[in-house]
């Protein structure tokens, strides 16, 4: 038996062949761009929970306007929802300014947002690390403790620019620090405290080499990576750099930078986060960088790129770019 397609019949397959070809290629072709959102936003800490993809920034506007939190959440990394100012300074009795570099943890249904605030340059002044707390990830997030967890200077590390890791035997650690030196905590189980560490000492210094702050943890294949930014914050130079080490306490031994400038992309690439995706093992950076052309301190966005890892498990160089990721749905 044979049929005919008659030159209407024709003409509607091709369209309807081109119009299929062309939401397949949308459908792949889809990419978050850089930034991943609008406006001024650093330090971006990425956590998946619930099925989603969040990303908490600090507000980079002008430093006396850096008084409160917006969230951001995506199903995919390419939608991105924003949940306007999730914690405020208002609500924090201690907190007045210099609202910084969220580390955002989910344990028993509930949400807890690490964050510092004043910026305290002494012991005498109050301010430091502290924590919140909300039944949802978009917050509202109510101050745990009323006071900082952590108040005063430790090994010469100013408290700020917090990161909250929780090892395999389910202790929780908090790793932090600016001015040069990061130091680490055994954190308690309902998060209102530190403990002792196994020799007795409360704060044990891990400065890597070159250490400037922003310090992140992760393990892979049962080695603790340790990064942080280095260079001025202010600076095209600002970059991260990693080691790796056999427990959360270290030695860390710097290997070398991985994510930097790209005169032609952006400048001061750094602060970041890491996002693993279980189901596809792919790995990203959520970091800041700036404009090119543009030195203002405090203009910085969000952006997000690969990270791959070579048979070594050593991390490869991050390519930043202008196109983002690829669409990865949770579900
Ligand atoms: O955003 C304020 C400060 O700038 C952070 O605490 C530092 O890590 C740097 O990114």
Redesign the pocket.
Known sequence: MSSTIGPRAFIAGLLLFATTIGGLQAATQQRSGNPVFPSWY??PEAAIFDGQYWIYP?W?ARYGE?TFFDAFSSPDLVHWTKHGHVLEAKDVRWAKK?M??PALVAKDGKYYFFF?AN?IQSDKEVGGIGVAVSDKPEGPFRDLLGKPLIGAFHHGAQP??QFVFKDVDGQYYIIYG?WKHANIAKLKSDFTGVVPLDDGSTYREITPEHY???PVMFLRNGKYYLMW?EGG?TGPD?SVAYAIADSPLGPFRRIGKVLQQDPKIATGA??HSVIHVAADDSWYIVY?RRPLGDSEA?H?VTSIDRMYFDDKGFIKPVVITNEGVEANPLR
């Open positions: 650093a330090d600090t980079s850096q210099a910084w570099a510092s910026d700020i620019d600016g400037v702050e922003g930014s914050w600002y750094g602060h800041h405090n910085r």
